[in-house]
Nanobody, 126 residues
Framework: VQLQASGGGLVQAGGSLRLTCEPS????????MGWFRQAPGKEREFVSA????????RYADSVKGRFTISRDTAKNAVYLQMNSLKPEDTAVYSC????????????????????WGQGTQVTVSS
């Protein structure tokens, strides 16, 4: 599975962006999906995840209430709607996938995913 993340850009604090993750080939509607981000000089961190059925969703505490993850099986895509963006949200955002369901408690771990896409840069200015 080859993943492509898009939708990043430069936005002012308080603004919104919607990231999209799509496979360049293949069907990942049976895959658990995650979004992670990495800021310069920092470790990669979990942002959000969704199960193959779009039922179980998880969020990092830092984005709860501001970000929403969703998936559209007809379009074979996963989205991350980011509202009320803050400068500390600035990072490269990457999507990841794993075939099948991921136990909820493990959805935030990078090791739970075996496919990763190239990231998209999100920059939030103050």
């Amino acid at each position: 599975v080859q993943l492509q993340a898009s939708g990043g850009g430069l936005v002012q604090a308080g603004g919104s962006l919607r990231l999209t993750c799509e496979p360049s080939e293949g069907d990942f509607n049976n895959y658990g999906m995650g979004w992670f981000r990495q800021a310069p000089g920092k470790e990669r961190e979990f942002v959000s995840a969704i199960d193959p059925y779009g039922v179980t969703k998880r969020y990092a505490d830092s984005v709860k209430g501001r970000f929403t993850i969703s998936r559209d099986t007809a379009k074979n895509a996963v989205y991350l709607q980011m509202n009320s963006l803050k400068p500390e949200d600035t990072a490269v955002y990457s999507c990841a996938a794993r075939n099948g369901r991921i136990i909820s408690s493990l959805m935030g771990r990078t090791g739970s995913y075996n496919y990763w896409g190239q990231g998209t840069q999100v920059t939030v200015s103050s």
